[in-house]
């Protein structure tokens, strides 16, 4: 419930939906409201007469697991408002990158890889700000000076847990581009990117 009426008016909207409200603040909607009804489930409902959240409501629980296995009890229960899922405001982010456009397209290495060394910075920093003492990816974004835009991620053995590890992962992700590997036309970079993924506390 707090996840549809979240969405109900957004941006900036404020929903208040009573306990006793719910199945007549649900049954209009279309189907597609409830968490988990994507693109594909929507259309096998619809075929078969089942277009808003009160037609999904009549059905039995026994139908609907048949025709959804274990997904079905989640439609059925999240049809009449119910789910156990816990309700929080907290935000944990799941990386953390830094990315830098360049004033001249080029394909000058030296250059590039003290820009990669300074973004590896930023984002180490950002990362001890957090309270993150680790993560296991790196990737690296690269857009080219035709606007193609590329990325690449290592997830070594190890965590990753010092500005110098994240900068010398990065910097081997971004060799290739020097060169026929992944830029056999020479063209210029005009974007680069960095991010840790995977982040450890």
Partial sequence: MA?????FRKPDGLTVVPLEEVQA???????????????????????RGIHTVHDLRGLALAQ?????????????????????????????????????TFEVNTLDAAFIRERVRALAGEVFARLQRQGFRAFRTVTITVRFAHFRTLTRSRTPPEE???????????????????DQRENP????IRLIGVRAEKLVR
């Fill in 160 to 178: 990753i847990a010092s500005e110098d590890a994240l900068h010398a992962a990065a910097v081997q992700l971004l060799l290739p581009f020097f």
């Fill in 25 to 47: 603040f649900l049954d209009p909607m279309r189907i597609r409201v409830i968490p988990g009804i994507g693109p594909k489930t929507e259309a096998e409902l619809n075929e």
């Fill in 64 to 100: 609907l697991t048949e025709w959804f296995g274990r997904w079905g009890e989640e439609h059925y229960a999240k049809a009449h408002g119910l789910s156990d899922s816990a309700v929080s405001n907290e935000w944990e982010p799941k990386s953390v990158g830094e990315q830098e």
């Fill in 185 to 188: 036309r020479g063209t210029k």
């Fill in 3 to 7: 996840k549809i009426a979240s969405d």
